[in-house]
């Protein structure tokens, strides 16, 4: 694998297969976890009775408002990876079920602000409590400069592949180069 050949080319540690393989051991973790995660949005979805798209996107909007930075229908449609029509129709199942609001707070009454509805909030944190407690308790283990490394090391893979989705893959695949697809 790449990851392999970089570690054993001293990219990654210089300690040869040693660092190469603890590369893929956490390449191969960072999939499992974000797999894991899919999975609980998955279930999060069939314990509403929703789409898993529209559960998706409810629990962006929840993430968003609890960070204090409420989503506008463009920024959710970027997260959920939907077109501005497809993001259209989803939105108006999740305020028909009663699992979100559309409510107008900027100065510029344009702007729309994507809002949980006071009902599906304590639903979602009965479901996402668990959830939330035991990846507190796995955390505790870490010092405050572990978690900050963590965070470092998370920081750069998130802007890495955006990058790589911004640019080599925007139109869907790698960037064909020479006249065909690069390997």
């Known amino acids: ?40 949005t998955r279930r999060f979805a069939t314990w509403l009775g929703l789409h898993s798209t529209d559960a998706a996107a409810l629990v962006e909007i929840l993430y968003a408002e609890d960070q204090g930075t409420p989503l506008s229908p463009a920024r959710l449609s970027e997260r959920v990876s939907l077109s501005s ?55 505790s283990a870490y010092s405050p400069q572990e978690i900050r490394r963590f965070e470092d090391f998370i920081g750069r893979l998130r802007s890495t592949m955006d990058a790589l989705l911004a640019d080599e893959y925007r139109d869907g695949g790698p960037a064909v180069r020479d006249g065909g697809p690069t390997a």
């Open 1 to 40: 694998m790449a990851n392999a050949d970089a570690a054993a080319d001293g990219k990654v540690g210089g300690g040869g297969d040693d660092d190469a393989t603890r590369v893929d051991h956490l390449m191969d973790g960072l999939r499992a976890f974000g797999a894991n995660y899919t999975e609980f």
């Open 85 to 139: 029509g497809a993001t259209a129709i989803l939105l108006k199942r999740l305020e028909q079920a009663g699992h979100i609001v559309r409510t107008r707070e900027s100065t510029d009454r344009r702007v729309v602000t994507l809002r949980s509805s006071p009902d599906i909030r304590p639903r979602a944190e009965a479901f996402f409590g668990p959830y939330a407690e035991r990846m507190a308790e796995a955390m």
